[in-house]
């Protein structure tokens, strides 16, 4: 089986049938957040069970798949839209024009009968999403990975922007003290 960069996205053969994990398609590769919390197999049941609640556009997708998993992963627009590409082609989703040229994706009666042949793939993969996900993070709720996950993006995009100057090391440090002795005390 090859494994260049479109392999992921054609259709599986027999052997490796939709859930397939192949040998970059493990927990923690990629991924925005640490790593992929599952396969493309699996990310293409996702978004087709979130698009049969409700046709979405992409970035609306990315953002579901985000609040599911409560901050700790998010899909790149690199992965969603040929994602959402494959489901197109495969007959499982359909592309509805909307608003300012964007598209809707919508299920299809194909992709109806695809999440109903892989429902259990589909159900462990919700109780994966309601339990936070691998990583060490079971148990800790939602909104607080959420915010530790804003927190450290919010450090790194503040120190790619360049030096800190002395005020704005000791406001970032009084802040992140703060915090610390805030959590210590709950």
């Not at 859930?19 to 197999?41: I, K, N």
């Not at 627009?77 to 509805?96: C, F, Q, R």
């Not at 802040?175 to 210590?184: M, R, S």
């Amino acid at each position: 089986m090859g494994c260049g960069p479109h392999r992921h996205f054609s259709p599986p053969d027999d052997r490796s049938g939709p859930l397939h994990r192949g040998r970059h398609h493990g927990p923690g590769r990629g991924g925005r957040h640490g790593g992929r919390l599952f396969d493309y197999g699996e990310l293409r049941l996702l978004l087709l069970a979130i698009i049969s609640d409700a046709p979405s556009h992409g970035y609306e997708l990315i953002k579901t798949v985000e609040d599911r998993f409560g901050g700790s992963y998010s899909p790149s627009p690199g992965v969603i839209y040929p994602t959402l590409s494959w489901l197109d082609d495969m007959g499982y989703a359909a592309i509805e024009p909307a608003e300012g040229g964007r598209k809707r994706y919508s299920i299809t009666p194909e992709g109806k009968a695809f999440l109903a042949a892989n429902r259990a793939a589909i159900d462990e993969l919700m109780a994966r999403a309601g339990g936070g996900g691998p990583g060490g993070r079971e148990g800790v709720p939602a909104p607080v990975v959420r915010a530790m996950e804003n927190l450290k993006l919010a450090l790194r995009l503040r120190l790619r922007r360049g030096d800190l100057d002395a005020t704005s090391a000791e406001a970032i440090t009084a802040a992140l003290d703060l915090a610390a002795q805030t959590v210590e005390k709950s």
